[in-house]
């Protein structure tokens, strides 16, 4: 599940992550996603990696939809740019471009049904 | 999670289904998703009960936001009366109501966190 990143490469604010670094802590408030413009993130539950985000991919929407704490660990795996998405814009996304909330909403059923492989 | 169910009220083709009856089984195909106006249907993968759901609850959105195949079975629990939702009319629904389109993600993203609690 990717996102075209082309919309989000002009965001001023992007971020520069070193791999190693932490991006969000699982219980974390989070007031942001992020697109992944390159490199590789991995996000752990309990320690234990669910899943390898690339070029494309999106971390961190949870926080968005429901405001709740941060489900996972995000750690760089491979240097990393992100683009940071606030919730205003989030929410103006939602609003502006209902292609957007499907792809969250896809991004949300895949995550969905591989956590439902593990149960 | 649950929906403001009035919108749903004066669809033609509510169905009405008896305790004990099965809406639709793991693995099938699915075309439409669910309001539930009255009574209640359980929700089960693997044949393991994972949630219950009451009036102005949903299900089985997960197949027409992917297009993938049913991800639990559904089954009544308390006579109940559902409004189904075809795939056209949801698309319309995302794109004429934002707030509908969110109200899916957090739906999505209750049953995300639920299901990472038990990994």
Redesign the interface.
């Known amino acids: 599940m990717t996102v075209t990143i082309d919309p989000f490469r002009d965001l001023a604010d992007m971020e520069a992550y070193a791999a190693g670094a932490t991006v969000f802590r699982e219980g974390d408030a989070g007031d942001r996603m992020y697109v992944v413009l390159f490199g590789e993130v991995a996000l752990s539950?309990?320690g234990?990696r669910?899943e390898t985000i690339g070029s494309g991919g999106i971390l961190g929407e949870?926080a968005l939809?429901?405001s709740?704490p941060r489900?996972?660990t995000a750690t760089v795996t491979q240097d990393a740019q992100l683009a940071p998405i606030t919730a205003q814009r989030f929410t103006l996304l939602?609003?502006k471009k209902?292609e957007f909330?499907?792809q969250?909403?896809?991004l949300?059923?895949?995550?969905?049904?591989r956590?439902?492989a593990?149960?």
């Open positions: 539950i309990n234990r669910v949870m939809v429901d709740g489900s996972a939602v609003q209902p909330a499907l969250i909403m896809r949300l059923a895949s995550r969905l049904r956590m439902d593990l149960v």
